[in-house]
């Protein structure tokens, strides 16, 4: 009898040692977008009074560290690239076993879709950064059926390393140590996108989803909803712009349907509905970095509304003056720190420009006055109406005879300590003077 306890504890051993293994295996090998993106906010779940939700809208739209910076609150963005209103539903289920926010803020872009989630293998890609950081559970299991219906991807998000075996060759330093998100979940565009004015007509629900049913959405917004409401957590709907001039027909229908849906969804629960579309606050020329989603001048905008409204209309603590939040003041200086980086390395003068127009910074500027004047005719013509644009939101902009182009400083708001100056010129295209 003692051989046979000796005999079943050695196996147990060695099954503890293997999966032990199989477990670090898979660690390493997975794909760290996952960890870089949720770690943080399973590991701090207690310092987040808000937590915001959806997809690359949301991702790219709202930046808490700016939210801290300007209003004290203490905030995550759990929005991911390429989610649904179903598969949000089970990300946030996933984190409030985490954390418990008093307010979660949701945009409700693609309400008005019939599918759970994307079916390809983008979409797939886009689900493993929420997946794979959900440990395998009858809870992972219970999701991952609901919302995918294709037993070959059941199987890649269930056991990612299916998928991630093969990855030894692609291992490097990032797979050993992961570089967690300095935002706190956004992720923020560098980018001005070219703005072009076309007759766009908002389509009906008639063509959404090929005239399939769109109560999918609803009924798991209906979950969140509930689900919050449970916990005594507040509910925000948003819906962040993009400017219609420059979508396409799927997304001119998704816009309507969805502001339509989320109005009846907020008046039927008593929830706001944060509509930014009629808002005056963006500008489809200088806000976005592709026809979708915004930039960092048209997220700061989003965020200083969005963040005036929650500290207007709920208690929230101003963590500045909070010292058990005192490393969230080490961690705006790393953001501030790669505010600056980007400044300092970026050579177009429109993205330029739009960096600049951020509450951080104090700026200069002096141009030639045949700078401005100028008409170059083309697409640098354009490109000189959104610098116009640009230079109105900057505090001193004025005409200097000895400056050859255009001359910008950059000091901070607070100190006033010279951060930053270039000179740009114009030939043939704008491109810095060094």
């Known amino acids: 009898m003692r051989k046979r306890w000796i005999c079943l504890i050695h196996i147990s051993m060695v099954l503890l040692l293997l999966a032990t293994g199989f477990y670090w295996l898979e660690r390493l090998t997975m794909r760290k977008e996952a960890a870089a993106r949720n770690t943080e906010l399973y590991e701090r779940g207690g310092e987040y009074d808000i937590l915001f939700v959806g997809n690359s809208h949301m991702v790219n739209g709202i930046l808490p560290m700016e939210l801290y910076a300007q209003y004290g609150i203490a905030s995550y963005n759990m929005g991911r690239y390429g ?91 990032g797979d050993f140590r992961v570089e967690y998100s300095t935002e706190k979940g956004a992720i923020t565009n560098r980018r001005v996108a070219a703005y072009e004015e076309t007759a766009a007509v908002e389509a009906d629900n008639g063509s959404v989803n090929n005239g399939e049913s769109s109560d999918t959405g609803v009924q798991y917004l209906e979950k969140i909803t509930s689900m919050c409401q449970e916990r005594g957590i507040a509910v925000v709907l948003v819906y962040l712009p993009f400017p219609l001039g420059n979508t396409d027909e799927v997304l001119m229908a998704d816009r309507a349907v969805d502001r339509e849906l989320a109005a009846d969804f907020a008046e039927k629960y008593s929830l706001p509905f944060l509509d930014l579309i009629e808002t005056q606050l963006w500008n ?34 101003d963590r500045r003056t909070d010292a058990s939040f005192a490393a969230w003041k080490t961690d705006y200086d790393s953001y501030y720190e790669e505010k600056l980086a980007a400044l300092a390395d970026e050579d177009d003068l429109k993205v330029y420009l739009m960096l600049c127009n951020d509450e951080d910074f104090t700026v200069t500027v002096a141009a030639a006055p045949e700078f401005l004047s100028e008409n170059p005719g083309g697409s640098e013509e354009t490109d000189m109406i959104v610098i116009e644009m640009l230079l109105q939101g900057l505090e001193t902009v004025g005409a200097a005879q000895e400056t050859e182009g255009i001359h910008i400083q950059v000091r901070d708001s607070g100190t006033g300590e010279l951060l930053h100056e270039k000179v740009f010129i114009r030939e043939t295209d704008l491109a810095e003077k060094e």
């Not at 996933?94 to 309400?111: C, E, G, S």
């Not at 970095?289 to 989003?302: C, I, S």
Request: hydrophobic content about 35%; glycine content about 4%.
């Open 83 to 173: 989610h649904y209103i179903p598969e949000s539903y089970y990300a946030l289920e996933d984190a409030l076993n985490y954390t418990t926010p008093k307010v979660v803020v949701i945009d409700v872009f693609m309400l008005g879709r019939s599918e759970k989630m994307r079916s390809d293998q983008t979409g797939i890609n886009f689900s493993h950064t929420t997946m794979d950081s959900i440990p395998f559970s009858l809870r992972k299991i219970r999701a991952v059926l609901d919302l995918q219906q294709d037993r070959m991807y059941r199987k890649e998000l269930l056991f990612p390393y299916s998928v991630y075996h093969n990855r030894w060759d692609e291992l490097g330093a």
């Open 284 to 317: 489809p020329y200088t806000d976005f970095a592709d026809k979708e989603h915004m930039n960092a001048l048209g997220a700061q905008k989003m965020t200083k509304y969005l963040g005036r409204y929650l500290c207007d209309h709920y208690e929230l603590t």
